[in-house]
């Protein structure tokens, strides 16, 4: 009964004429962003955070959550036509959903990532739904010692789940917490590391940091290779419906993506982007004809394309019940929440019902509207896919230098941004990870509050984090997890999951 | 990569030691609670180890071919006109306005590194200065107006 007075409360504010048509535009330019290759999802929405400052909390998280699942479902377009992936999550998909392509197969490759998009996201809502609030019921019991253990397992799983050197995720998540002490003291005052430049006073900006990270950067990059340009197959987009073979082929794939998506995006580090290849293994693993796999076999396009759909919404039961962003996307709606004074955590079923059902409202209903986007608009997509990228990145660097000034009215904050582009340019040259710096960014604060009140309650005796049971077991599954890739390489096999091997 | 390891674990050292050592400067006990020094010179020294064990991978890996850091002889120009156009925009905005700096700018990114024709670098640079001027105005963004007023 309670789920049901949840569901009719959640469609109550999502059906505010406002939050559809903002939920409308999410999706549409998360589509857009989606499709796009060069302006993805974390970029786009600290773009359009300060836009959103005009906004309440709940209609600014509506809006934001619709670019992102939006970007989720409208990144399967470019991998499946131009074997290029509009977002990182889609990548798996270029395996078998351009080869589908190749043999004139465009149209049920389309079709059947829509339709299992479509039914993951609706999966992945209801779980959301059904998952959160006994989650943040539980997280009610936690202290500040057991967030700064969360914080800590949570920064721990990202660096784990990173692609490349682990040293490397776990410099990243360091320097984003030595990033995130620059500021004002909260406890005591003291500026701290501002180097006397008051646009650091209230910290490193998140908006021109990620901007700078996920959008200039990606410009220099595919400035430095020369503004070349995937090439989009000429051939009509014909029969978007799948046949009944495709769809019974499909079913299972879209089955177990949904489920396994859904519980690895609840994972930090894990997100849409897991999901997606976890699916494609198994898929390949359980299927009798491996070996049609990256040859256009259509359950390699259905499982990885549900999977991250579902996985976008498992993303947000950390972020909403816990206070922990999982992914950099997590991280900017937690960033934006705060803006808007509300403080993302076991508190804010209670204190904010309406944020939280008005998110899960707006899912439902993103859903159905992002089915009606993608399959019958597909050729304005398609077209868009054919803009040529020297006259996109100047709208990129524009849209990017609009969004760094609008987010605090100072030209400073340009600068700020631009720095962060070049350092993102050359993380990329030396072969690191902006993400956990950008989560680790987020949580540092929160957590040095969370570790100093500890320490106060303590009376300095650090012993806090491990005699307090939940706590314990936190930092417990840290060590385990920080000391697994040592143990496993002693025991003579590889620690982390096939991630890159997949792609 | 062997190097770029060897370069970047050196700054990171260099860069959680000034973290550090300045947490230690701000206090790391204040009226005995932690102070505002503690947790950057804890997350300082964690750095200044993570770098130490990368520099270490680094000396022991074996050396690869070495890449070249600009793929094109062309980049290192793209590049810096593209962070030349970034600075100036921040420069110019508030003596131009959003609407002509917007123009010039991308009229310099479209034609000096886009190498787009004159014809599509001016219509382009006016559509979308001007389509933008208006999106904004009638969303009440403030942006600065400069001497032209708009």
Redesign the interface.
């Known amino acids: 009964m309670e789920a049901l007075n949840h569901f009719i409360l959640s469609l109550q504010i999502a059906l505010e004429p406002i939050n559809l048509f903002l939920c409308f535009c999410g999706c549409l330019i998360g589509t857009f962003v989606g499709v796009l290759p060069g302006l993805g999802p974390a970029a786009s929405m600290s773009l359009l955070l300060p836009l959103t400052f005009a906004l309440n909390p709940v209609q600014a998280i509506i809006l934001l959550a619709g670019i992102y699942y939006g970007a989720m479902y409208g990144g399967s377009t470019t991998s499946i036509l131009v074997n290029i992936p509009g977002e990182a999550a889609s990548v798996v998909t270029c395996l078998d959903g351009y080869r589908m392509a190749q043999k004139g197969r465009a149209g049920p490759a389309l079709g059947i990532a829509a339709i299992g998009s479509f039914i993951a996201g609706t999966f992945s809502v209801i779980m959301l739904m059904l998952v959160a609030p006994p989650v943040s019921k539980f997280a009610l019991k936690f202290g500040p010692p057991e967030f700064v253990s969360l914080s800590f397992l949570g920064l721990t799983l990202v660096t784990y789940l990173a692609s490349g050197s682990m040293i490397k995720a776990l410099l990243m998540a360091a320097v984003g917490l030595l990033l995130g002490f620059i500021g004002t003291d909260i406890v005591t005052g003291v500026e701290r590391f501002t180097l006397g430049l008051t646009v650091l006073l209230d910290g490193v900006g998140l908006v021109p940091t990620i901007m700078g990270l996920f959008g200039i950067s990606e410009v220099l990059i595919n400035l430095e290779q020369g503004l070349r340009q995937g090439e989009i197959l000429q051939q009509k987009i014909e029969h978007l419906l799948p046949t009944r073979k495709d769809l019974r082929d499909s079913a299972g794939a879209i089955a177990r993506g949904s489920i396994l998506g859904f519980f690895l995006g609840v994972i930090p580090g894990g997100g849409a982007l897991l999901g997606s290849f976890m699916s494609y293994a198994v898929e390949k693993r359980i299927s009798r004809e491996p070996h049609t796999f990256g040859q256009g076999n259509i359950r390699g396009v259905a499982g990885p394309e549900s999977a991250n759909n579902s996985g976008a919404g498992g993303a947000f039961v950390p972020l909403l019940t816990l206070g922990i962003p999982c992914n950099v996307i997590m991280a900017i709606l937690m960033g934006g929440l705060m803006i808007h004074g509300v403080e993302p955590g076991p508190r804010l079923i209670p204190d904010h019902p309406q944020v939280f059902f008005g998110v899960v409202g707006s899912m439902y209903l993103g859903n159905i509207m992002l089915l009606i986007i993608n399959l019958p608009l597909i050729g304005i997509w398609v077209r868009l896919l054919k803009l040529r990228y020297s006259l996109l990145f100047p709208l990129i660097l524009f849209f990017c230098l609009i969004g760094a000034y609008t987010n605090g009215n100072t030209v400073q904050d340009i600068y700020v941004m631009m720095v962060f582009g070049i350092v993102g340019y050359l993380f990329k040259k030396f072969g690191y990870e902006p993400a956990p710096l950008v989560l680790a960014l987020v949580l540092g604060p929160i957590m040095e509050r969370a570790f100093r009140q500890s320490l106060i309650i303590s009376g300095g005796s650090p012993m806090i984090f491990i005699t307090r049971p939940i706590s314990a077991i936190f930092v417990f599954v840290a060590l385990v997890i920080l000391l697994a890739p040592l143990i496993l390489k002693l025991m003579g096999r590889g620690g982390r999951l096939p991630l890159e091997e997949e792609g | 990569?062997k190097h770029?390891?060897l370069?970047?674990a050196l700054f990171?050292m260099i860069?959680?030691g000034a973290?550090a050592i300045?947490g230690l400067m701000?206090g790391l006990?204040?009226q005995?609670?932690?102070?505002?020094?503690?947790?950057?010179f804890i997350?300082?020294l964690?750095?200044v180890g993570?770098?130490g064990?990368?520099l270490v991978?680094a000396l022991w890996t074996k050396a690869g071919p070495r890449e070249k850091?600009?793929?094109?002889p062309?980049?290192?120009r793209?590049?810096s006109l593209?962070?030349l156009?970034?600075?100036a925009?921040?420069?110019l905005?508030?003596t131009l306005g959003f609407t002509l700096t917007?123009f010039v700018?991308?009229v310099f990114?479209?034609r000096f590194?886009?190498?787009?024709k004159w014809s599509?670098v001016w219509l382009?640079s006016l559509g979308?200065a001007l389509l933008?001027y208006l999106l904004?105005t009638s969303?009440?963004?403030?942006?600065p107006k400069g001497f032209v007023g708009i």
């Open positions: 990569m770029r390891d370069i970047s990171w860069f959680g973290f300045g701000q006990v204040r005995g609670i932690p102070g505002p020094g503690s947790m950057p997350v300082g964690i750095t993570l770098a064990i990368l991978q850091f600009f793929p094109q062309e980049s290192l793209k590049l593209a962070l156009g970034i600075f925009y921040g420069l905005l508030k917007t700018f991308l990114v479209l590194i886009g190498y787009e599509t382009f979308t933008s904004f969303l009440q963004v403030e942006l």
